[in-house]
C-alpha cells in the first residue's frame, strides 16, 4: 500500500529503503467509511493525511449554516485543517469522506522529527507547502476575477474525474457559484 | 540594514553570527523608486525578495484590463511572482512600488543553494511557505463566504497601517469589492 507514499515522496526527492521504512514507520494507517469524518469543528488536530484512496471534503460552515468547500483531496493529496495543525489549535473546518477513504497519517511531532532528521523530507515538505501556496493564490487570482466559467473549465482540466465523483452541488459550493450556475456550464 | 533580516529569520530559528554572514552573502541590496516594476508580466523571474522598507503590490491584469491585487508587501514581508519563481517560468503577475522601496533580493539558485547547505534554513523557509499557505487559505474562506465587510475588517485587524499608505481604489481591488461599498465600510 504504502508503495504510493514511496513513489509520491520520490517524485520530488529519492529514497534509499532504509529511509523509506523509517518515514513509513511514522505513519499510522486509517480507514473511514463514507460520510465520516477526519476532523470536526472545535477538536485539535494533531495529524496531517495522505490520501492513498477515497475522496474527501475540508470546508467551513458559516453562521448561517452555509458551507463553502476549502479543497477536495482524493489519491496522493496531503489534507488537514492546516490552519489549526500548524498553529496547534482547534479545527474551524470540517474533513468529511465524501467516498468510503484510506488515509496514513502522520502526527504532528513525527512531522517534525522526520523533517529533523531526514533533511530532504524537510525539503518535500517546503516543495508541497510552496507548490500548494501557488495553487491557492492561483484560486485567489480566479475568485479575484469573478469569472465562474473559467473556475470551472480550470477544475475540470486538472481534476477531470471529479465531476463524475462529486455531487454537482458540492462543485458548485467548491467555485462559489449556485447549483443553477454550475448547471449551465456542464451541460454545454 | 540587514539586522531586520537576521530578527526576522531568528523568529523562527535561532542562528550564529558566521551563518547570518553566510545568508547575508547571498542576498543583495536593491533600491526601486515609487511606480518602478519590480516584476513584470512576461519576464522571466530569478528572484525573491525581502522587503527592507517601502511597499509594494503583486497584481494581474486581466483581459479587459482590470487589475486584481494578489498581495501586498511591506516591512518584514517576502514577495516574488511565485508560480513563476518556482516553476522558473515567465511571470503572469506585475510586482510594483506603491512607495520607494529597499529590498534584499536572492536568487532561485541561492536559495536553494542556502537551503541544502543550512537545513535550519530550510526549516526556516517551510514554515513560511506553510504560513502563507494557511493565509491564502483564510483569504480564500472569506472570498467564498462573500462578506466584504469582514474582509474589509480582517485586513484593517492585520495590518492597521495600510489604509494610510495605500490608496482606497487599490484596497478595494485587494478586496474584491468596489470602491463606493468600500467607502461605506471606512467611513463606518
Known amino acids: 500500500m504504502s508503495i504510493v507514499l514511496r513513489q509520491h515522496i520520490e517524485e520530488i526527492v529519492a529514497l534509499t529503503d532504509s529511509e523509506f521504512e523509517y518515514i513509513q514507520s511514522l505513519f499510522t494507517h486509517k480507514k473511514l467509511k463514507k460520510h465520516q469524518y477526519l476532523v470536526q469543528e472545535g477538536s485539535y488536530v494533531t495529524h496531517e493525511y495522505f490520501v492513498l484512496n477515497g475522496l474527501l471534503k475540508a470546508s467551513y460552515t458559516n453562521e448561517t449554516g452555509k458551507e463553502h468547500i476549502i479543497q477536495f483531496a482524493m489519491e496522493n493529496w496531503w489534507v488537514t485543517d492546516y490552519q489549526a495543525y500548524i498553529t496547534q489549535r482547534q479545527a474551524t473546518l470540517n474533513i ?17 522529527l522526520l523533517c529533523a532528521e531526514l533533511h ?3 525539503y518535500f515538505f517546503r516543495m508541497k507547502a510552496s507548490l500548494g501556496y501557488v495553487a491557492m493564490q492561483q484560486r485567489i487570482l480566479s475568485l479575484l476575477n469573478n469569472d465562474a466559467r473559467l473556475r470551472y473549465e480550470q477544475l ?20 462559489g457559484v449556485s447549483r443553477e450556475t454550475l448547471s449551465r456550464f456542464s451541460a454545454s
Not at 96 to 112: G, H, M, P, Q, T
Not at 161 to 171: E, H, S, Y
Open 120 to 122: 530532504k523530507m524537510e
Open 96 to 112: 468529511d469522506c465524501i467516498e468510503a477513504s484510506e488515509l496514513l497519517s502522520i502526527s504532528f511531532e513525527n512531522k517534525k
Open 156 to 175: 475540470m482540466q486538472q481534476y477531470p474525474t471529479l465531476l463524475q465523483r462529486v455531487p454537482k452541488l458540492l462543485i458548485a459550493s467548491y467555485l
